[in-house]
């Protein structure tokens, strides 16, 4: 089993950058493909970003490429989220997921642990 316990959110003005961090326990936290979700009030959770579990590999959602960046340390059992150029459609309540053996192109309902998320807000 993995825990998962997000921090770095916070409120930030447009244009400014937050980096998110993700702290994995539990075992064999190198077997895990690693995502970040996020989720708006009223609507669903969507995918941002996922590593694969060597790091080797990333994905990412259209609206985010070029500005945020995934990475992880598995020495640390740690992921990131770096966001940059943060506008007010980046608000939401931002998820770490992992996904046992997973691809980073997999769907929400394939990550088998969730975080209990951290507040991103970005103003106008």
């Known amino acids: 089993q993995v825990q998962l316990v997000e921090s770095g959110g916070g409120l930030v003005q447009a244009g400014g950058s937050l980096r998110l961090s993700c702290a994995a326990s539990g075992r064999s936290f190198s077997n895990y493909a690693m995502g970040w979700f996020r989720q708006t009030p009223g609507k669903e959770r969507e995918f941002v970003a996922a590593i694969s579990w060597s790091g080797g590999r990333t994905n990412y959602a259209d609206s985010v490429k070029g500005r945020f960046t995934i990475s992880r340390d598995n020495a640390k059992n740690m992921v990131y989220l770096q966001m940059n150029s943060l506008n007010s459609e980046d608000t939401a309540v931002y998820y770490c997921?992992?996904?046992?053996?997973?691809?980073?192109?997999?769907?929400?309902?394939?990550?088998?642990?969730w975080g209990q998320g951290t507040q991103v807000t970005v103003s106008a």
């Open positions: 997921a992992a996904n046992f053996g997973g691809l980073t192109t997999a769907p929400l309902t394939a990550y088998d642990y």
